[in-house]
């Protein structure tokens, strides 16, 4: 079968590594499949770059970095995801499980920090070279309960200390690309339990991957 790329997006605490594992899990179980690898990846950091561009835009002050810089170096971890795994894992066939992916860039840095939504379209275009995703998960739950979800985890990383009102925006971007995109973008109630959110996902799976 040819490759897909699922993305999973959602607001901070929505329960994406979680689901992610447990969707590798079931994939790599599943007959359906014939015999393709399941690859987990995620933005930024899938590359050996993007784990240095990751601690740069995820670790310290949230005030540390520029936000038109920080939309940079998202794009250029996206460039470096996109050549380096993403195209040669999907001309293998390969199942691609990605956490994060343009939407976030949109949600992020388009509604969250108020930067031109239109340059944000041309990056993610130059830095996916028009690669979309196949499909991608929307874990939608309420902000709030996603945030204190993410600090019962213990140290809070640097989009996790941003104030409710951005993250507010942010749920709000994602609220607007499911509105726009439902072709690509499928909403999963996060607010289940962990096992419902992944039945949740292997029906929406099943179906997309016939």
Avoid at 52 to 76: T, V
Avoid at 102 to 121: E, F, K, M, P, W
Avoid at 167 to 181: I, P, R, T
């Amino acid at each position: 079968m040819d490759g897909k790329l699922i993305v999973f997006e959602g607001v901070e605490g929505s329960g994406k590594t979680t689901q992610i594992q447990k969707c590798q899990e079931w994939l790599q179980n599943c007959d359906r499949l014939g015999g393709a690898s399941v690859v987990v990846t995620r933005e930024p950091g899938g590359t050996e770059l993007g784990v240095g561009l990751r601690r740069l835009l995820l670790e310290g002050h949230r005030d540390l970095i520029h936000d038109r810089a920080e939309l940079f170096l998202y794009a250029s971890d996206r460039s470096q995801h996109v050549e380096e795994v993403l195209k040669p894992q999907l001309a293998k066939g390969a199942i691609i499980l990605c956490d994060r992916y343009t939407d976030s860039t949109v949600a992020y840095q388009a509604y969250g920090r108020g930067l031109n939504i239109n340059l944000i379209n041309q990056l993610n275009q130059l830095a996916t070279d028009n690669l979309e995703s196949d499909l991608t998960l929307w874990l939608d739950i309420e902000v709030e309960i996603g945030l204190e979800r993410a600090r019962q985890r213990g140290a809070i990383d640097r989009m996790e200390q941003a104030d409710l009102a951005f993250h507010q925006l942010v749920q709000q971007g994602y609220q607007e690309l499911a509105a726009a995109y439902p072709q690509r973008i499928v909403r999963v109630d996060a607010s289940k339990s962990q096992e419902e959110v992944q039945a949740q996902i292997q029906e929406i799976l099943r179906e997309k991957l016939g």
